[in-house]
Each structure stands twice: as structure tokens, then as C-alpha cells.
């Protein structure tokens, strides 16, 4: 029996956080763990709108900081399922600045492994997903690769 799958469009998730003086380290700029609070918030937004169960953060597998953020700051950060096993899913998290005139720049990509659990607090199966264009195939193929890394890394006792 196949299971059911969803669109990725459907447990996407966008949401916007202002850079406040209690977000900041010494430098002025905000904190990076700030910002990775925010990415695993996100991101388990959308790992529970996915599966529509509990999820927990088995990994962070890439966490790329491209450039700082600063008071007064509007940061948009939107994540999607870019891969599924059955249990767990690989979520893209990206973060931008938005100027007042809308205009986004890229500050930071992240990729996070959740797995969903069931009422015991044991791995439960998802739905898979619906690839609908190239970019979703794409993406797809990059989450096999790293999944064959992070496991290849587990191998080797990272």
C-alpha cells in the first residue's frame, strides 16, 4: 500500500521577526544562536504541518551564515519539506532581510532533519511529497546525497 503524500506547498511556512536590542550580542549584530532558535522554530513548524504529529530535531546539518543582521532589522525566515524518508524530513530553512521597500536578501540557509513521533514518544511514518517542478526534483536530489552523508558520517562516529 503507498502511502499518502502531500505538497510541499502545503506545510511551507513564512514567518517574520524584527532584530531587537535583547537579540544582539556584543558586536551589534544578532546572535547567531538567536537566529537558530528561530531556523529549529520554523522548522518544526513545518515538519508538524507535514506529518500533523508531534516532531522532534534529530540534526542541523548545514547552517550557512552569509551575512550579519542588525537592530531594526526584518528578517523573513521560510521553510519547506525539501525531503522525505519515513520517519523523518529534511527541512530548507532560509532566512532574509527585507528592506522597507520589500527587496529580500539572502543572510542564511539551513538544512534540519526532524522525525515524527507517535503518543509513546516513538518514530511514527509520514506522508511522502509531491515533486511539482524541477527546483522540487532538484532539491529531492540534494536530500538523498546529504541523507547518504549524514549516514555515512553516523558509519564513522560523527
Sequence with gaps: MERNKRRISDSMVEQVYQ?????LNGAGRLFGGK????IDEIA??????????KVVTASVD???FIRGAYQNDLLVLIG?????GN???EIRVDTYIED???MRRPINRAYLTLVAMDDNGMPRQIPGIILENENDKA???AGKKRKEFRMQRKREGF
Aim: no cysteine; proline share 3%.
Design 80 to 84: 519547506k519539506v525539501v525531503y522525505v
Design 87 to 89: 520517519t523523518s524530513m
Design 100 to 102: 522597507l521597500e520589500g
Design 62 to 64: 548545514n547552517l550557512i
Design 44 to 53: 518544526g513548524l513545518v515538519a508538524m504541518r507535514h506529518s500533523r504529529s
Design 139 to 141: 532539491e529531492w536530489e
Design 35 to 38: 537566529l537558530m532558535e528561530w
Design 19 to 23: 532584530v531587537r536590542p535583547e537579540h
